[in-house]
């Protein structure tokens, strides 16, 4: 199949409330949207790296750059498979939200041409998944208390707060005692420090489920011995760029669980990859989030569709809870903690063009055979 043009638009969504992490608060969301003609199909992918370089190495504009350099290249070139593309642009990139906004447009357009969804492309295979909540760090008892109240009633089947260094674990044991049937993870963005291992064992005898990111983004062997001493599940989210990360991980027994997130490792494939290595080794591989728009998040669905990939509920909360107005149509609806996964052909939703006009920032950027 052979690529004929790629656009890039870019976007800002703005979230209802602001999102508050160890590492930042955010605001706005930038988004590009990358349009992709595969002989005559158009698809569309999204890029999801961050305004800055808070969360990741890799900041929005160096995504941007990375595939103004790669787009040229891929024009006339033909690819009989998305795995093919994205071996091709392993060999020419490390920048991973770049390589994977372009291999989400052509999975998009491949499905499309060939009249298979995304599941059926990459193995899933359940009808709906079962998805959580984050809950960014609350300026208050009562704000917390409130937001998790709100969660619980929407039938979210895990919710996960966001800690920081300053949190009040007392208060935080406190809070969730009152919610003794909700499954709780937290979320500390590699904020803590080896040293903190008595708070590790404080959320783990408040019944804490899971702690993402503990440690810095590079202390793997902290993470490997904190999860020697614990029952409670580490996941790794920060530390993980790159399929690379999750096999060093796995050969280390740095962790028991995996936080994937596909435009965060190199794309679907990749992502694929890394659930088919974790499980294989016995590890709890599951989908997070990053603020993605209903395009974004409908990748990660069928993603979780995988078996397997979904035993730790997914972070693919409803569509409409963190942005004012997003780029799909018909975006799916929440029931009983569950989330239907699109069988549409390609990504199976449909663009919100009138949204998606509203929301762009600038030109858009053309590359033509």
């Known amino acids: 199949m052979r690529i004929e043009q790629i656009e890039l638009r870019p976007l800002m969504l703005r979230l209802k409330q602001p999102f508050k992490t160890a590492?930042?608060?955010?605001?706005?969301?930038?988004?590009?949207?990358?349009?992709?003609t595969v002989d005559g199909v158009i698809g569309y992918g999204d890029v999801q790296s961050f305004i800055d370089h808070s969360y990741a190495?890799?900041?929005?504009?160096?995504?941007?750059?990375?595939?103004?350099?790669?787009?040229?290249?891929?024009?006339g070139e033909d690819f009989a498979t998305p795995p093919d593309i994205a071996n091709?642009?392993?060999?020419?990139?490390?920048?991973?939200?770049?390589?994977a906004g372009l291999e989400m447009a052509f999975y998009d357009a491949y499905g499309k041409a060939t009249h298979q969804s995304l599941q059926q492309l990459i193995g899933g295979a359940a009808s709906q998944i079962a998805v959580g909540i984050a809950i960014g760090?609350?300026?208050?008892?009562?704000?917390?208390?409130?937001?998790?109240s709100d969660a619980v009633s929407q039938g979210y089947r895990r919710i996960k707060l966001k800690i920081n260094q300053q949190t009040d674990l007392?208060?935080?044991?406190?809070?969730?005692?009152?919610f003794p049937h909700q499954q709780f993870s937290v979320d500390a963005n590699a904020s803590w420090q080896p040293a903190d291992f008595a708070r590790l064992q404080q959320l783990e005898a408040a019944g804490i489920f899971m702690i993402e990111q503990p440690f810095a983004i590079d202390d793997w062997q902290a993470h490997q011995q904190a999860q020697a001493r614990l029952q409670m599940h580490i996941s790794l989210d920060e530390s993980l760029n790159e399929l690379a990360d999750v096999k060093?991980?796995?050969?280390?027994?740095?962790?028991?669980?995996f936080t994937i997130k596909q435009a965060k490792i190199g794309g679907i494939t990749a992502a694929k990859t890394a659930i088919e290595l974790a499980l294989a080794a016995g590890k709890l591989p599951w989908l997070g989030g990053m603020l993605s728009s209903g395009l974004g998040r409908a990748v990660d669905a069928a993603l979780a569709s995988i078996p397997g990939a979904n035993s730790i509920p997914s972070d693919n909360s409803q569509a409409d809870r963190y942005f004012e107005r997003d780029i799909i149509l018909d975006a799916p609806v929440l029931h009983a903690g569950l989330l239907p996964v699109p069988t549409e052909p390609g990504?199976?939703?449909?663009?919100?063009?009138?949204?998606?006009?509203?929301?762009?920032?600038?030109?858009?950027?053309?590359f033509k055979a």
């Open 88 to 99: 091709w642009l392993a060999e020419q990139s490390t920048l991973s939200f770049a390589k």
């Open 57 to 75: 190495s890799e900041s929005h504009a160096e995504s941007i750059t990375e595939i103004e350099r790669l787009a040229p290249m891929l024009l």
């Open 137 to 148: 760090i609350a300026d208050s008892p009562t704000a917390l208390l409130s937001s998790i």
């Open 170 to 178: 007392d208060m935080l044991k406190t809070v969730i005692s009152q």
């Open 347 to 366: 990504i199976g939703v449909a663009l919100d063009w009138e949204a998606i006009h509203a929301l762009q920032t600038a030109p858009i950027i053309i």
């Open 248 to 257: 060093r991980a796995l050969a280390d027994q740095t962790a028991d669980a």
């Open 23 to 36: 590492h930042d608060v955010t605001y706005d969301r930038p988004l590009t949207l990358v349009a992709m």
